[in-house]
């Protein structure tokens, strides 16, 4: 396993804010992120899966 991304790597690398993610994880809504003490981590690999499982958009 690589390393764990922070909610700031994960805003950069879907380009959205952070306040949006942690408003998903009130929701129960994005990929899955894990807490490891009071800071929340997501796996690289979860978060390409997660985005390539979302529905495609209309252009």
């Known amino acids: 396993m690589g390393k764990l991304w922070s909610v700031e790597d994960l805003s950069e690398f ?3 804010p952070v306040n949006t993610l ?3 994880r009130t929701k ?3 990929p899955p ?3 490891v003490g009071k800071h ?3 796996d690289p ?3 390409r899966a997660w985005f390539l499982n979302q ?4 252009a």
């Open 33 to 35: 992120g894990r807490r």
């Open 40 to 42: 929340v981590k997501y």
């Open 45 to 47: 690999d979860e978060v």
């Open 22 to 24: 942690y408003q998903w």
């Open 28 to 30: 129960k809504y994005g």
């Open 14 to 16: 879907l380009g959205i």
């Open 55 to 58: 529905p495609q958009a209309v």
